[in-house]
């Protein structure tokens, strides 16, 4: 099984605080836990809310744009990971290892498993390589209706797969994953290094997220004009999140 590994921002990751050494030395150490094993499929940091935009859709499929940052910090998403693991418990065991130098011993990560109510297949190859391209991840919000795993049927799910392939071969969609409503997850949260874990579901459902795409494109623009296009399951319903991820070399220190 596929989980995503979802940490939740703080005022750190808001004001966009470089991490330290020894926070980049004990992830790594944690990783390697999974990485020898190749259970670890990627791991990636999102640049504050206030580089990013949310966007919704009016008449005529009409963009409306609003720009960060946003208020409700702990409800952000500073990165995830996409890990594999037999259960959602080995998941939970994973991750109560988390580091103690991560957000002063005080992170909230939330543990999703991976997988599209309806059964559309999800792809991953967003690692970032050699190719500077800016990548991009637009998370859809989740809505009562998702929360019920909720199956869109054939014909939306036709349009998605579609729309995924053609993004694919022209190279800029390098991942593309649904996500399981929040009654299936379970959010860890720190304290002093503590960990207390709670089952979903949860109740801020408006900033959950419902799943996710990410884009390699020159700008943020480039990934609006996507987003305009593409058949969301809920249609011009659906609100977005778009914030660009860290390079690797934004995140080591001087």
């Known amino acids: 099984m596929q989980f995503l590994i979802v940490r939740k921002a703080d005022p750190d990751s808001e004001a966009g605080v470089a991490p330290h050494r ?5 992830m790594a150490d944690h990783v390697d836990v ?4 190749g259970r ?3 791991g990636e940091g999102l640049k504050p809310s206030r580089d990013g935009v949310r966007v919704r859709f009016g008449p005529g499929r009409e963009a409306i744009v609003v720009d960060g940052p946003f ?4 409800e952000l998403v500073a990165g995830f990971s996409i890990i594999e693991a037999a259960s959602i418990d080995e998941a939970v065991d994973w991750v109560r290892g988390w580091p103690a130098e991560d957000a002063h011993g005080e992170a909230t990560v939330e543990i999703r498993p991976i997988g599209c109510p309806g059964g559309l297949s999800c792809f991953n190859d967003i690692a970032e390589g050699n190719d500077e391209t800016p990548r991009y991840v637009v998370m859809l919000k989740a809505n009562e209706r998702s929360e019920t795993d909720w199956n869109p049927g054939p014909d939306i799910l036709g349009r998605m797969a579609e729309a995924n392939r053609a993004g694919q071969e022209a190279g800029f969609l390098i991942g593309g994953q649904g996500l399981s409503s929040s009654r299936h997850a379970k959010r ?4 002093k290094g503590h960990a207390t874990v709670v ?3 949860f109740a801020e459902i408006k900033e ?3 799943g996710f795409w990410v884009l390699r494109v020159d700008t943020l623009d480039d990934v609006i004009a996507w987003a305009k296009t593409y058949p969301f ?4 319903d659906a609100r977005l999140e778009i914030r660009e991820l860290y390079r690797m070399e934004e995140l080591m220190p001087p």
């Open 71 to 74: 208020a409700e910090a702990r």
């Open 233 to 236: 399951p809920d249609g011009d």
């Open 22 to 26: 020894e926070l980049i030395e004990a």
């Open 199 to 201: 089952d979903g579901p």
């Open 34 to 37: 999974l990485a020898a094993e």
């Open 208 to 210: 959950m997220v419902a």
């Open 188 to 191: 860890v949260s720190f304290s």
């Open 40 to 42: 670890f499929l990627a």
